[in-house]
């Protein structure tokens, strides 16, 4: 069964600040990855994906993810990020017809 | 509009009780999904339906029953509840049953006593 590992649970950082959330999955499949993301009060919503083809996928709201093959992951970044970024952020691997998810990062962006 | 949507919103019962929550979407999707959200945000899936059929039942005690009446409706139907069942459940669907993107309604925070 697929898997996906999130570290840094945790990250607290400052308006203007990078940010980088790293993803690493496990499945023997094709891949196809995600990142969700869960502001304070509201539903998940997709961020980006990557299927296919470029492995520099941009999302919305300024962020961007690099799949690395070789390295089974696919690391989200923000290169300045807002206070409107503070949320819980999920990564997720697509396998065996199902999303399997990452216990998610909590972003708390300071003004 | 909302598209996907779950009620209630809040649910707070005791042990033993039976409950149900519902889950609607209006985006013309043949593919539903349940999730359970554990207090440490880890979010697993239980359920899948695609065109009223049920595609993926995880290891998830008998005690939880899905139901879809139709296309655009996937309820829930818990027996016998019990304090680990306090979470959030998520509702979501998409376009079809494959990796699309799915669209995640607003959660259903159960609280057992």
């Known amino acids: 069964a697929q898997s996906v590992s999130q570290h840094n649970h945790h990250v607290i950082l400052s308006e203007a600040a990078s940010l980088e959330l790293g993803c690493n999955y496990s499945?023997?499949?094709?891949?196809?990855l995600f990142w969700y993301v869960q502001y304070p009060g509201q539903h998940l919503q997709l961020l980006l994906k990557?299927?296919?083809?470029?492995?520099l996928v941009k999302g919305i709201k300024g962020f961007e993810a690099e799949f690395i093959k070789s390295k089974f992951s696919f690391n989200l970044r923000k290169p300045s990020v807002q206070w409107s970024d503070t949320a819980e952020y999920f990564c997720a691997v697509y396998g065996n017809n199902r999303l399997a998810f990452g216990k998610g990062n909590q972003v708390v962006v300071i003004p | 509009d909302t598209a996907v949507s779950q009620t209630p919103k809040y649910l707070v019962t005791q042990m033993g009780n039976d409950k149900s929550i519902k889950c609607e979407q209006n985006l013309g999707h043949d593919t539903m999904y349940w999730y359970k959200q554990d207090s440490k945000k880890f979010l697993k899936i239980m359920f899948s339906?695609?065109?009223?059929?049920?595609?993926i039942n995880e290891t998830v005690p008998n005690r939880f029953s899905p139901k879809s009446p139709d296309k655009a409706h996937l309820n829930l139907h818990i027996n016998s509840l019990e304090l680990g069942d306090s979470a959030v459940y998520f509702c979501a669907s998409s376009f079809r049953a494959g990796p699309d993107e799915q669209y995640f309604g607003p959660g259903t925070r159960l609280t057992v006593t």
């Open positions: 339906y695609n065109n009223k059929e049920l595609i």
């Open positions: 990557y299927f296919s083809g470029d492995p």
């Open positions: 499945y023997g499949g094709t891949v196809n």
